[in-house]
């Protein structure tokens, strides 16, 4: 799979944490657009008169407020209040007031990803519900989106039950550790497979998306830091569902500032023909004449060998290799500095280091 073909999906929209915009927001579909991401996961629930609306847990107090933008002091279970009250009575959590927006139903959000072109993934919280129930929720993906311009997925319970239900031309994905064994995954039919790169081990990863690859089945693998990412990217993974990291650069991105090769950066190493050679204790930064996008992607790609501390942006993490090695990672910014700073903590080898800023 190569950094063309694969696809990353925005988890729950694009949000950052309910700072940028509200989690699973109308306004975080539109900011997914503007990234550039190509699919999109949302959750469904019932409201306490039976409407689908948007939400991930149980209870509105992580990602919503009153309609006063206070903290909500006690639970408040989403199956106990109303549409009406869900529109009046609380707004979902963001940093500006313009942002803090009311809680979409199911076809408001869908409708919405289908003016974004973006794919959503359906993720159904509910589990053991009557026919009728998932019938509904097809019903309104089918009329927003059509059949086939979705995915219901992760819920192993739902996706069987829809199966079960004859339903065989809905896309599916399932989650691999969740489910007995690789064939219980497979013979669901037309289904990624969800492959957790933090549950499993770098070796046994490769292993499972490679058994995925061998039977024809698209992988899907959650990745919000440099580690996770790193096993993702080196596997191959076909789709990379996130909340925090940047899709690769479309062709057509707006880069507003690039540096390549050594001379492009501040450094306090040497330069030793096509690499740069830090010692313990020398940095590599970017100059701080750099412009910094207010919403924006940060990317860095190198080959490294030795061990340094590396902050890319709002993220920190750790490189460490006998060997020349390649690696990548990449950022979302919101507010955030477009910063690039490696410290070597040993002996280290630079090669090929390249980092990009891109504005949405």
């Not at 699973?24 to 959750?43: H, P, Q």
């Not at 942002?99 to 076809?107: A, D, K, Q, S």
């Not at 860095?300 to 890319?312: I, P």
């Not at 060997?323 to 950022?331: A, C, D, F, G, M």
Request: with cysteine.
């Amino acid at each position: 799979m190569t950094p063309a073909s694969r696809r990353f999906i925005a988890h729950r929209g694009v949000h950052l944490g309910g700072t940028i915009a509200g989690e699973n927001s109308l306004e975080a579909v539109r900011l997914a657009r503007r990234a550039g991401f190509a699919c999109i996961e949302t959750d469904t629930r019932l409201s306490a008169d039976g409407e689908l609306v948007v939400m991930h847990d149980e209870t509105l107090n992580r990602t919503a407020t009153d309609a006063a933008g206070r903290e909500l002091s006690d639970p408040v279970p989403v199956h106990e209040v109303s549409l009406a009250r869900l529109r009046a009575d609380y707004r979902l959590k963001a940093r500006d007031a313009q942002n803090r927006t009311r809680i979409p139903t199911l076809e408001e959000y869908l409708t919405e990803c289908a003016a974004a072109g973006l794919l959503p993934f359906i993720e159904i919280k509910l589990i053991d519900q009557a026919p009728s129930f998932y019938r509904r929720v097809l019903d309104v993906a089918d009329s927003t989106l059509g059949r086939g311009g979705y995915v219901m997925t992760s819920n192993g319970n739902a996706n069987r039950r829809i199966r079960g239900m004859g339903v065989h031309d809905v896309p599916l994905m399932d989650i691999r550790h969740q489910a007995s064994t690789f064939e219980d995954v497979a013979a669901l039919g037309e289904v990624t497979v969800a492959i957790s790169a933090t549950r499993y081990e770098r070796e046994e990863h490769a292993v499972h998306v490679a058994q995925a690859r061998g039977r024809g089945l698209a992988t899907e693998s959650h990745a919000d830091d440099h580690g996770v990412f790193s096993v993702a990217d080196d596997h191959g993974v076909d789709l990379i569902s996130t909340d925090v990291l940047a899709p690769d650069l479309r062709d057509d991105a707006h880069v507003i500032a690039h540096a390549l090769a050594p001379g492009a950066f501040e450094h306090s190493g040497r330069v030793v023909g096509d690499e740069l050679v830090l010692a313990p204790g020398e940095t590599v930064v970017l100059p701080a004449s750099w412009p910094q996008p207010r919403f924006g992607g940060l990317f860095l790609a190198l080959e490294f060998a030795g061990a340094a501390e590396v902050r890319l942006g709002p993220q920190r993490f750790s490189l460490e290799s006998e060997r020349l090695r390649r690696t990548r990672h990449q950022v979302l910014l919101d507010a955030a500095t477009a910063a690039f700073v490696l410290t070597a903590l040993g002996p280290c080898r630079l090669r090929g280091l390249e980092v990009t800023v891109a504005e949405y």
